[in-house]
């Protein structure tokens, strides 16, 4: 994944929040805002520190990021998309989060039809 397609700055975060939809499991939190004219989407992670030390945080990230790099050629690329990790994904594995979050891809619509 690409550093120019993830979300960095608080105030994009901020809009986000605002401005979009959210949608959530037990593992992860979606919130999503349409970018029209946006040729790749965007990603935004947080982790917070009651799931575990930085190791684990970042590990944590990690998979995410490697979920994104998988699926994307399924995801549709007007959107900018943040994930928020809940305290079961300490104990899960890259393909458990996965599952997780094609399930909220796939349920709020995300995904390209084909």
Same mark, same amino acid.
């Given at each position: 994944?690409?550093? &120019?397609?993830?979300?960095?700055?608080?105030?994009?975060?901020?809009?986000?929040?605002?401005?979009?939809?959210?949608? &959530?499991?037990? +593992?992860?939190?979606?919130?999503? &805002?349409?970018? =029209?004219? +946006?040729?790749?989407?965007?990603?935004?992670?947080?982790?917070?520190?009651?799931?575990?030390?930085?190791?684990?945080?970042?590990?944590?990230?990690?998979?995410?990021?490697?979920?994104? #790099?998988?699926?994307q050629s399924d995801i549709r690329p007007d959107i900018?998309?943040?994930?928020? &990790?809940?305290? =079961?994904?300490?104990?899960?594995?890259?393909?458990?989060?996965?599952?997780?979050?094609? #399930?909220?891809?796939?349920?709020? +619509?995300?995904?390209?039809?084909?």
């Amino acid at each position: 994944m690409k550093k &120019a397609n993830r979300i960095k700055k608080n105030e994009e975060f901020q809009y986000i929040f605002k401005h979009g939809k959210s949608f &959530a499991n037990r +593992q992860l939190v979606i919130y999503y &805002a349409e970018k =029209p004219g +946006q040729e790749h989407f965007r990603i935004g992670l947080s982790v917070g520190k009651k799931i575990g030390n930085a190791v684990k945080r970042n590990q944590i990230k990690r998979y995410l990021r490697q979920a994104f #790099h998988e699926m994307q050629s399924d995801i549709r690329p007007d959107i900018d998309i943040i994930i928020i &990790a809940r305290q =079961p994904t300490k104990s899960m594995g890259f393909h458990e989060m996965k599952k997780s979050l094609s #399930h909220l891809l796939y349920k709020q +619509q995300l995904l390209v039809k084909k």
